[in-house]
């Protein structure tokens, strides 16, 4: 079955430095992934897509890269701030394109930036 | 605009009790999705639509039925709830080819 893993469920770093979560993902192939953000108490907010024939993406201080021989997407904030700590989520999609409603999402990843 | 919007916001239904989770958006996107968030488990799809009079399952859908009738409104409904509900649950909505939009869930409890 298809599976989505996100490194940890807490990743702990200094304000200024980079956070690199991790997305990985198993029998299948998805034309594109979505990275989302989450804070307490809200709905998911979508950040960044990037789909299967591009192999780096950035808005801003982020940036998300795709390996679709290694079947992981890393997703990069460079000079954290305490105000980037949140849960983010990726969820690898089926149809070209972008969603058609059934995105699958992996567990998350919460992302605590200490001043 | 208002976006993706939910109600009601909190929500505590006796077990066996029925009742309907509202989804409504305003950007007359096709694509419509119900989610439910439990903790350790994630985000996991419940059922979806692609439009009006369109609908389909996804990972977890029983115990729980929807249908499309407007692209608007895309509503959830228990028939017999059980404790194994409570969750947050999340509405969504998108246009083919781009990402969705969340609403601000709704938290159900049920004892």
Redesign the interface.
Known sequence: SQKIEQNSEALNIQEGKTATLTCNYTNYSPAYL?WYRQDP??????LL?IRENEKEKRKERLKVTFDTTLKQSLFHITASQPADSATY?CAPGK?Y????????????TKLSVKP | NAGVTQTPKFQVLKTGQSMTLQCAQDMNHEYMSWYRQDPGMGLRLIHYSVGAGITDQGEVPNGYNVSRSTTEDFPLRLLSAAPSQTSVYFCASGRPGTNAFFGQGTRLTVV
């Open positions: 979505q108490g809200r709905g998911p907010v979508f897509l989520l149809n394109g972008g969603s058609q409603g059934n995105l699958i999402f992996g567990k998350g």
